[in-house]
């Protein structure tokens, strides 16, 4: 694409200097030719490995000179402004034998490190260094699947929950947070955890996604529901290029981004702004029937409209310096400032079948509001060495999220004699607000023993402490009175703090690849409510005891049976710990009929995970298949009962299970149809098996269903892109009930005009069916509800890209009359 888009701005900032230099009237066209933008770089040390200055280093084609330059005192050299092609480095010294190196510069490989030349007895021969041809939109490695996204059609214009919809084996819960085979995963943003939201993080911006089912000991321990990567885009050619995008679409749906690079050695700088703004109207219920011996008692019906308007800011800058070819180090700022507004009017009734007298009916009008400002800082240092994959790595980050959130409830609530019931809280003010941060310091090395042996290891402290604060206070019309609710209201303070250590080591034995790694790590967490002095603690490990608590171990084998077929197993252990909602004995978020408590006696689940993975590559596309098994003891459940007291309130906790087993196939089918008509397949099965005890209350569930994607890309001559999509998710069980059924489908066309500007027209949720529900059943109550957050939209997006390689944009130097074609200095 870049190759295109370079093309496209030379003739056009380049004909006319073509023009003047050619009087003889020769097609302008036969002078024209790529800039010269290539480097290489490297060290030569003489047999001691001692660093040699004022070598000769010259770059040949044939028996022309096209660059060349001499060894600084440190024994470095680099060589610039070089055109692409095939050519040969020549590395020469007095009293010294030759060394004759061939390399390839091409656009994909326009920076190469050439590693050390030793001069000597003991002189290394080095390997070509090439590469060439357009990214697979699928990869697979000993512990990931990549998906290359810069491609995809219907997310244009969208947010990172936009990709997720066509990325294999990923769901989105009714919050938005991506689950990997039911479970939520962690979201990573260029290799590094991250306080971001899907919604907040552009789609325009990412480069390709990585799905890692099974983390390895490198990785928190906390993933339990394994790791997403977003990978963002980045640019290490020399000159400027940048990205102008812009996007309309029903419901307000608004969004607009500006990235812009710039990079000539030593210096690269990257800026990105975007700007998101959408309207969902979405409609919603939830259906209650209170039962005694299986007989109904009453029933609590309510009804929503309601309103989300969502407004997002980012702006990143990024600045990069080379100290030297192997050293570089970088300071990044990333903020995301954001605005939710909601406007729900609910309407409810409550009918006991035996005492009327009781029974009310109204409505309740709801205007919230959440704004947030998150702030990163992020300070990397990169050591790269002369062999192969060897590195070193350091960063340093800080991040802080602001974020308040004030709402009003207003409800009246009214007799069957439609008198207004005086004694009810009619008003209700929620004043909330939070200041959280996060300190993170991770150092990883990775250290090629040879071909086939490597080492990696690393550190990483991760400190969280955060305050927060909601007030409540109700006006009731009949008292006339304003007073705060304390039972509602809450202060608190937590404090995270998890310390660990890794190590991972990977061999080959007899054909078979191993990768074994083993993490530890040290947790300490801490809840203080301030305003009702109740606090909790726990720590792992606290002795020798549950030492093993800390420990994680993986294995990874692979087996390559060919060049088109591979085998895979792996194995780990994780945790999960509970978080300060789910610990704090209080009630945490309420309506009339709803209520959420914290239940301090939890402690953390640990889980077993195992995978066989096989991939064959076909000759029309490739084939993914895995089978996996997951095992939780102490599984963290979500357990809701009706309240003794009044059974048309509905309590929510969390408890600690017995055990929960899920097992299942995943398996993901990309094919080329016919020319031009690609399709990908992607299903999970699964069979789920729930196990938990509540007081004297046994909960058991356990069934089967699956999932599955349906993706089909077709090229149209004139550079007419065309994209449809479909997701289908069956009822799964939970611990009390089941989910409904969810289905959708996207679809998009795209126009691209010389790879520079692009056109993209899409509709999300063709036939408007994504809805979510539940069905919950207990001996005392059953209830369905039903919600969604998207309604369909349409949207239209253009994409301008620009850009010039020039490696030595801030170097102008006058036009002379004559100038050697090959640029050398000899």
């Not at 040699?52 to 028996?63: C, E, N, P």
């Not at 050299?77 to 092609?85: H, Q, T, Y």
């Not at 997951?630 to 309130?649: E, F, G, H, K, M």
């Not at 016919?674 to 299903?683: D, R, V, Y």
């Given at each position: ?211 890692i089912t099974n983390p390895s000991a490198k990785f928190e321990a906390t993933a339990t529901g394994g790791i997403i990567n977003i990978v963002m885009k980045a640019n290490n050619k020399p000159g400027y290029n940048g990205i102008v995008t812009g996007g309309i679409g029903t419901n307000d749906r608004y969004n607009g981004t500006v990235m812009l690079n710039i990079r000539q050695k030593p210096w690269g700088f990257s800026v990105v702004y975007n700007y ?284 390559t049976l060919n060049s088109k077929q591979q085998f895979q197993f792996n194995i780990s252990r994780k945790l999960n710990r509970p978080n300060y909602r789910q610990m704090m004995p209080f009630i945490m978020f309420s309506d009339k009929n709803d209520y959420q408590i914290g239940n301090p006696n939890l402690t953390p689940e640990f889980i077993t995970m195992a995978e066989l993975n096989y991939s064959q590559v076909l000759n029309k596309g490739n084939f ?203």
């Amino acid at each position: 694409m870049k190759v295109y888009l370079l093309a496209f701005f030379i003739l056009i900032t380049g004909f006319p200097l073509i023009s003047q230099n050619n009087p003889s009237g020769a097609p302008a066209a036969s002078k024209f030719k790529m800039p010269n933008v290539g480097r290489l770089y490297g060290k030569v040390l003489d047999a001691t490995k001692t660093p040699l200055a004022y070598v000769s280093v010259v770059l040949l084609k044939g028996d022309s000179i096209i660059s060349g330059n001499f060894t600084k005192d440190n024994g470095e050299f680099s060589l610039d402004n070089l055109p692409f092609g095939h050519f040969t480095v020549k590395v020469a010294y007095l009293g010294s034998k030759t060394i004759l190196k061939p390399v390839t510069i091409t656009m994909q490989n326009v920076e190469q490190d050439l590693g050390d030349f030793v001069l000597g007895p003991d002189e290394t021969q080095l390997k070509t260094v090439e590469i060439e041809g357009e990214k697979s939109a699928s990869e697979m490695s000993i512990d990931r699947k990549v998906f290359n996204v810069d491609k995809n059609i219907t997310s244009k214009g969208g947010t990172a929950m936009d990709v997720m919809k066509n990325i294999p084996s990923v769901t989105l819960d009714d919050n938005g947070v991506a689950q990997l085979r039911q479970n939520p995963a962690t979201i990573y943003i260029d290799g590094r955890p991250t306080t971001l939201t899907l919604d907040q993080i552009p789609s325009d911006q990412i480069d390709r996604v990585e799905v890692i089912t099974n983390p390895s000991a490198k990785f928190e321990a906390t993933a339990t529901g394994g790791i997403i990567n977003i990978v963002m885009k980045a640019n290490n050619k020399p000159g400027y290029n940048g990205i102008v995008t812009g996007g309309i679409g029903t419901n307000d749906r608004y969004n607009g981004t500006v990235m812009l690079n710039i990079r000539q050695k030593p210096w690269g700088f990257s800026v990105v702004y975007n700007y998101n703004a959408n309207d969902n109207p979405v409609l919603g219920y939830t259906n209650r029937t209170t039962l005694s011996n299986g007989q109904p008692t009453a029933y609590l019906n309510s009804y929503d409209n309601t309103n989300f308007r969502k407004t997002f800011q980012m702006g990143s800058a990024t600045l990069d310096y080379s100290v030297n070819n192997r050293n570089t180090i970088t300071l990044a700022e990333n903020m995301v400032i954001g605005e939710f507004n909601t406007s729900d009017h609910e309407t409810f009734n409550f009918n006991e079948v035996n005492n009327p007298a009781v029974n009310y009916y109204g409505n309740r009008v709801t205007d919230a509001s959440a704004q947030f400002q998150n702030f990163t800082t992020k300070l990397l240092y990169k050591k790269t060495f002369p062999k192969k994959g060897k590195e070193f790595t350091a960063d340093i980050d800080y991040n802080t999220l602001i974020a308040q959130s004030p709402s009003n409830y207003n409800t009246e609530t009214f007799a069957p004699t439609n008198i207004l019931l005086a004694d009810n809280p009619a008003l209700q003010n929620n004043t909330g607000s939070s200041i959280s941060e996060m300190y993170t310091f991770q150092a990883d090395f990775t250290n090629p023993i040879n071909d086939s042996t490597k080492i990696e290891m690393g550190v990483r402290s991760n400190y969280r402490p955060s305050v927060q604060y909601l007030d409540v206070t109700e006006y009731n019309y009949g008292s006339h009175t304003n007073q705060a609710d304390t039972l509602l209201s809450s202060h608190y303070k937590i404090v995270d703090l998890v310390n660990a250590c890794y190590v991972n080591y990977s061999t080959r034995w007899k054909r078979l690849d191993f990768m074994l790694g083993l993490r530890f790590e040290d947790s300490y967490y801490q809840g203080i409510n301030t305003d009702k002095n109740i606090s909790y603690a726990y720590q792992y490990p606290t002795g020798t005891d549950n030492l093993m608590n800390s420990l994680f171990p993986s294995i990874f084998v692979s087996k390559t049976l060919n060049s088109k077929q591979q085998f895979q197993f792996n194995i780990s252990r994780k945790l999960n710990r509970p978080n300060y909602r789910q610990m704090m004995p209080f009630i945490m978020f309420s309506d009339k009929n709803d209520y959420q408590i914290g239940n301090p006696n939890l402690t953390p689940e640990f889980i077993t995970m195992a995978e066989l993975n096989y991939s064959q590559v076909l000759n029309k596309g490739n084939f993914l298949f895995s089978l996996f098994y997951r095992n939780t003891t102490n599984p963290l459940t979500s357990y809701a009962y009706a309240d003794p007291v009044d059974p048309s309130i509905l309590i929510t906790t969390t408890i600690n299970g017995t055990q929960s087993n899920t097992g299942g196939v995943d398996f993901t089918l990309k094919y080329e149809l016919f020319k031009n008509f690609e399709a990908t397949w992607n299903t999970n099965l699964f069979y789920t098996v729930i196990d938990a005890s509540f007081g004297n209350t046994s909960i058991s569930n356990q069934g089967f269903n699956y999932t599955t994607k349906l993706n089909f890309v077709y090229h149209f001559p004139k550079s007419f892109n065309f994209q449809v999509s479909g997701n289908y998710e069956s009822p799964k069980v939970i611990p009390q009930g089941t989910t409904n059924a969810i289905y959708f489908a996207d679809c998009g066309l795209s126009k691209d005009y010389h790879k520079f500007l692009i056109f993209t027209l899409s509709v999300s949720d063709i036939f408007n069916t994504k809805t979510r529900g539940t069905y919950l059943a207990t001996d005392t109550y059953t209830q369905e509800t039903l919600t969604r957050k998207e309604v369909r939209y349409v949207k239209f997006t253009v994409t301008l890209r620009f850009g010039k390689a020039d490696a030595s944009i801030f170097k102008r130097k006058p036009p002379t009359q004559q100038q050697s074609d090959d640029g050398g200095i000899f």
